[in-house]
Structures are given as C-alpha cells and as structure tokens.
C-alpha cells in the first residue's frame, strides 16, 4: 500500500544516529518535513544525495523544514555516516523496512531498496513524492520547489 498525495502520512516512531527515538508526529504542527527513503550509508549514491541535503541544509530550514533520511542501516552506521559526511540532520534506522512498506516505497530491479522522497506539510500532509534512483540532485531541487509553494 503506497502512501499519496494528499493523504495524511502515516506516523512513525525509530530510532536515530543519536540514540533517541523520533517520531512524525512530534513535527506535526509546527514544520514542514522532507524525509528521505535512500538505500544503504556510504554507498556513492547515497552519500552525493545526503550531501546535497547537507549543502542545502540551511535553504531547508530557512524554508521551515526539517529533512530527515531514513534506510535500514544501524543507529551505528548512521552515527558513522553522518560524522564522516557532517550530516547535521536526522538519520533514522529502519532495519525491519517497517516504514519503508509503511510508505510504500518501491524496489528498483526488485532488489535494490528504493529513493523516494516525500515533502510533507506541517499538518501531516503529503504534499510532494518524488522516485528516481539515480537524479540524486533531483530530490533537493523539486523538495526546495514545493517548499516555496507551500510557503507563498
């Protein structure tokens, strides 16, 4: 079952690189939140992707959101990943893939976990979903575009 626009997201609760557990719910209200489903730390894709949300970091919350990456990696491997890279965002362990079914999110070639990005508003609304597995670029870009529209 794949989340749409337009639909309230489904709420979460894992644990992140810093050892705490975060919830969707806890941003609901107050900011718009771009959480992005990306395969595995380290890997070239992976790392080009969350470094351009890092590069864009300030742009985001500048623009009222939060960007939170989300893959099955440990809380370890993301502490690792985020310190290597100087992530200065959330980094949240899904190791069931719970949340990842939870969204929907697709497989590429049936075996490679999905990118999806998904821009949700401050009342929990999915406002944007985009999946490309290889436009990393793509999914800063067209999150900062309907970031500026839910904001004009």
């Known amino acids: 079952m794949a989340v749409n626009i337009g639909e309230l997201a489904p709420d ?3 644990p992140s690189q810093k050892g705490s557990q975060i919830s969707l719910s806890e941003y609901r209200g107050k900011k718009n939140v771009v959480i992005y489903f990306y395969p595995k730390d380290d ?3 992976c790392t080009a992707e969350s470094c351009g949300f890092r590069d864009q970091y300030h742009v985001f919350q500048g623009a009222g959101a939060e960007v939170i990456g989300i893959s099955a990696d440990s809380p370890e491997s993301h ?4 310190s290597r890279y100087q992530l200065p965002f959330t980094l949240l362990s899904d190791t069931g893939n719970r949340v990842r079914k939870l969204f929907g999110v697709p497989s590429t070639l049936g075996i ?3 990118r999806v990005t998904y821009v ?3 009342n929990g609304v999915i406002r944007h979903i985009f999946n490309s ?3 990393f670029q793509g999914h800063i870009n067209q ?3 309907i970031l500026q529209t839910l904001n004009a």
């Open 12 to 14: 979460f609760t894992l």
């Open 79 to 82: 502490q690792r990943f985020a």
């Open 43 to 45: 890997t070239p894709g």
């Open 133 to 135: 597995q290889l436009d």
């Open 143 to 145: 999150s900062l575009q």
């Open 112 to 114: 490679l976990p999905g």
């Open 120 to 122: 949700i508003d401050k």
